[in-house]
């Protein structure tokens, strides 16, 4: 079964400054990935997903941007937070070539002041 | 497209009670439906999918659902509830060849 890690787990930043979050999958070759925000007692909000190395969807036109650089690895990046961008992200993983489960990491706490 | 209803925003129950969260969708294609569980500050864990055959789908910790295509629902139900079951349950459905939708969430809390 798969295994997905992200790190790091809580992050405090202020507005205006980088962000980088990593996500890296074990357990599955050419997964399906993908990048979730989850506002305070709200929904999931799909940001970005990825079919394969270097392709990348985006869902919701914001400051985030992501890239899949290896098959198993799938970052979630900013030039300058925002207030707005505070949240719980989570990163999923699912076998690309068959419908089945998305399988969920731990997720990033991400407070921006 | 698809969308996915979760008609109660929470649910308070008590121990040992059974529970039903409700899950409606609307989709023009044939669907796949899943029923996720989130305890605090954790990612989620799926609880069952339904993915063809049997509409009565089994899952981990005594979930089950079912699913009826007339109605478009897939209600997830428990017959006894624990304290350990509080948690944010999301209903998920996803046509084939393209992403989940997920639904708003329904905040299960368990009284003793």
């Known amino acids: 079964s798969q295994t997905i890690h992200q790190w790091p787990a809580t992050l405090v930043q202020p507005v205006g400054s980088p962000l980088s979050l990593e996500c890296t999958v074990e357990?599955?070759?050419?997964?399906?990935l993908y990048w979730y925000r989850q506002a305070a007692g709200r929904g999931l909000q799909l940001l970005f997903y990825?079919?394969?190395?270097?392709?990348i969807s985006s869902e919701v036109p914001q400051n985030l941007s992501a890239s899949r650089p290896q098959d198993r690895q799938f970052i979630l990046s900013s030039k300058k937070l925002l207030l707005s961008d505070s949240g719980f992200y989570l990163c999923a993983s699912e076998p690309g070539r068959v419908i089945d489960t998305q399988y969920f990491g731990p997720g990033t706490r991400l407070t921006v002041l | 497209a698809q969308s996915v209803t979760q008609l109660d925003s929470q649910v308070p129950v008590f121990e040992e009670a059974p529970v039903e969260l409700r899950c409606n969708y609307s989709s023009s294609v044939s669907v796949y439906l899943f029923w996720y569980v989130q305890y605090p500050n954790q990612g989620l864990q799926l609880l069952l999918k339904?993915?063809?055959?049997?509409?009565l789908v089994k899952g981990i910790n005594g979930f089950e659902a079912e699913f009826n295509k007339s109605q478009t629902s897939f209600h997830l139900r428990k017959p006894s509830v624990h304290i350990s079951d509080t948690a944010e349950y999301f209903c998920?459905?996803?046509?084939?060849?393209?992403?989940?939708?997920f639904g708003p969430g329904t905040r299960l809390s368990v009284l003793p």
């Open positions: 339904y993915l063809s055959g049997s509409t």
């Open positions: 990825s079919v394969g190395i270097g392709q």
């Open positions: 357990g599955t070759s050419n997964p399906n």
């Open positions: 998920a459905v996803r046509g084939n060849g393209q992403n989940f939708v």
